[in-house]
């Protein structure tokens, strides 16, 4: 950093902006670029967000309820490289408070409910080892036995390397948990978000039946600097793209993060065979409708999610106290 | 270093299997939509007197057999004549052999831009969705999801020296080392041999071969394979073909260790499934 700079804007320019985009460096308030849904209000540069602020953006507010939150994560090979691998669970767990790479639970998007499954990057680059791929067995299995649609939010560096072997079974045990939920035709529909590529971008994420992706989000199985350095082949321009993977003919639509939860809601209403949604004059906004339909699914998500924290204390005991015992909160991003 | 062997330029490539083990072999090509990808080879044969389909990674032995067949790293029309293959052998009724053999899928390019993610996804889902007998064989080296798109079968047999990773050593070693002259540590934390496999579930059964390694007496480790094929065939026979679909996704469903206390070891799942933690 210049010092002169420094000092003379202290002293006479413009306060420095609290946010600059690193995209088109066009600066902005902090509280702007949140109300935007952290996309840059300049350029619309789409930042990367964790699984919890994703959730309270694309899902009915307060309808989501998390599940399976206690699957946790082993070191089965006992694997260290510069660090050991249990050090680095406790460190990506306290950088972004989740337990692992993926949330899932039970939600309502623009009105229908579904399973939802989110993944974060944030944690070891998104990278997909066993809890991953259990979480997303169970939202499969949770959707197809309960005939709901499966929403999956990918964002993944590839596999969690440090779970050996046992990470690449989870691409297989993934693309399974797709065939038992086309088995069913139960509707799925992938978001895929920056960056997604290896494992993730090669399962289940491509498998949905209908698959987006916000723009500017990479998309590539191998990394650019893997290509690069293996075949000496220069990348062409955007290679790896949202936008040129749709022109590839690689993704259904890319979706700008403001459209995304009525896009999202709209694709789950036109494969469940739901009816047309009245967007007439005057009918609220998706997010502020409180009609019957939205309540409607308050009321499943709720059971659902009584559902299968009783399913899995134990077996099909019944739990009278269940269905009434308040949801869990969903914790502030 | 462990991945020697199982990189052997004179080790038995999958011709070499099909060649031993194989009567009649007629090779099929082409993905048809585009092209033939020779680092992919299959067709349908004779084994001990049945009808059968066999697909395999090819990575030839001279340097001129290993630049046509692309050092058996695969493009998306091999996984697409791959996939095509399969269909044809669910029409038919006829076991699936494959043999795994690839440094990984071809990171080009136009392999990507064709669409190498979805068509190693694909690959797996039209695996998983079959219902005829699939087995799987790692004869040499079963890298990534390049090597793992041929193997979503009922049964997973390895020859004792290959290997099956997530992930070369070197390029593991170049990622969380950040240097790739880590390699031998990263194979070593990686477990990738036969033996290393059989204890994590993540194969059935390891294939012994000739002392120093398949290479030297090749006709022994293709007749060792040969018997260990007919006997996990033959098992697999006895199972329904619905349940055969049933029990294969069963079997990646039970791959990976996590500890859930909400759901103990055994307990069934209201929705069908059985937890399944391993510890």
Redesign the interface.
């Known amino acids: 950093m210049n010092v002169t700079l420094e000092i003379e804007r202290r002293d006479n320019g413009p306060a420095k902006p609290e946010w600059a985009c690193p995209s088109c460096h066009e600066g902005a308030r902090n509280r702007e670029v949140r109300d935007n849904l952290m996309v840059c209000p300049h350029c619309s540069h789409h930042l990367r967000i964790g699984a919890r602020e994703r959730i309270r953006q694309l899902t009915d507010e307060g309808t989501f309820r998390e599940l ?1 939150t ?5 070191d ?2 006992d ?4 660090e050991s691998y249990p050090e680095r669970l406790r460190a990506a767990k306290a950088k972004t408070g989740l337990s692992e790479a993926i949330v899932t639970g039970a939600a309502s998007i623009d009105g229908t409910p579904c399973v939802l499954a989110v993944m974060d990057f944030g944690f070891m680059g998104g990278s997909m ?3 991953v ?2 979480k997303l ?2 939202s499969a ?2 959707a ?3 005939d709901l649609p499966l929403v999956a939010v990918c964002s993944s560096g590839g ?1 969690r ?1 440090q ?11 993934t ?6 939920i ?1 088995e069913a035709t139960s509707p799925f529909v992938a978001v895929l978000v920056d960056p997604c590529t ?2 993730v ?7 949905a039946d209908v698959c987006i992706a916000e723009p500017g989000a990479l ?4 990394g650019p600097r ?2 690069a350095e ?2 000496r ?1 220069a ?2 321009e955007g ?2 793209s949202a936008e ?1 993977n749709l022109n ?3 993704l259904d639509a890319v979706v700008a993060r403001k459209d995304l939860r009525e896009r999202v809601g709209n694709y789950l209403r036109l494969l469940g065979g739901g009816e047309e949604p009245d967007r007439g004059e005057g009918s609220e906004a998706p997010a502020g409708r409180t009609g019957r339909l939205a309540q409607a699914t308050l009321e499943r998500a709720r059971t659902l999610a009584a ?2 924290r ?7 005991r019944q739990d009278p106290g269940a269905a009434e015992e308040p949801p869990a909160r969903e914790p502030a991003p | 270093m462990t991945v020697e062997i199982a990189r052997h330029k004179e080790r038995p490539r999958t011709r070499d299997y099909i060649h031993y083990l194989i009567d009649g072999f007629e090779e099929l090509k082409g993905d048809r939509l585009r092209a033939d990808d020779p680092a992919i080879v299959g067709g349908l044969g004779w084994f001990r007197g049945r009808a059968v389909l066999v697909v395999g990674h090819q990575k030839g032995r001279t340097l001129d057999e290993q630049t046509v067949h692309n050092f058996g790293m695969a493009r998306p029309e091999g996984y697409r004549k791959a996939q095509r293959l399969f269909k044809l052998a669910e029409r038919h009724g006829l076991p699936v052999l494959t043999f795994v053999d690839t440094p990984g ?1 071809y ?3 136009a392999a ?2 064709g ?4 068509a ?3 690959t ?2 039209r695996m ?2 079959l219902t005829v007998p699939v087995i799987a064989t790692i004869i040499g080296e079963g890298g ?2 390049g090597a ?1 798109a041929l ?2 079968a009922d049964r997973v047999l390895m020859l004792e020296n290959a290997t ?4 070369t050593p070197e ?2 070693a170049a ?4 240097d790739a002259a ?1 390699a031998p ?2 194979a070593e ?4 041999t036969a033996s290393q ?1 059989l204890e ?1 579930g ?1 194969i059935e059964k390891i294939v012994a071969e000739p002392r120093g390694g398949a290479h030297h007496h090749p006709e022994t480790a293709a007749q060792r394979l040969g018997e260990a094929l007919a006997e996990t065939l033959a098992e697999l026979d006895q199972i329904a073909p619905q349940q055969r ?1 049933r029990q ?2 069963e079997r ?2 039970r ?9 103990p070891p055994g ?7 059985y937890s399944t933690t391993l ?1």
């Open positions: 399976w206690m699957v946790a994560t082993l089965p090979l694997f260290t490289d510069i080892g066993s809890v791929g259990e067995w169970r299995e949770l197809a036995g309960e596999a390397m779970e050996g072997i046992l990470s690449l079974m989870q691409m297989a045990k693309s399974c948990a797709v065939d038992l086309n290896g494992g971008v090669a399962s289940f994420a491509t498998l998309l590539s199985f191998s893997v290509i293996t075949t082949e990348l062409p290679f790896g040129r590839l003919g690689h559902h299968a009783r399913s899995l204390v134990g077996g099909d | 899928a990171p080009g390019i990507e831009e669409g190498q993610a979805r190693i996804a694909e797996m889902l998983a969705r990534s999801g793992l193997a979503v099956y990773s997530v992930i390029g593991c990622i969380l080392w950040r880590f540590q990263a934390a990686l477990r990738p496999l994590l993540a679909r294969r996704r990646f469903r791959l990976g260790r996590w500890s859930d206390p909400e759901q307990s069934m799942s209201l929705f069908g499934g510890e």
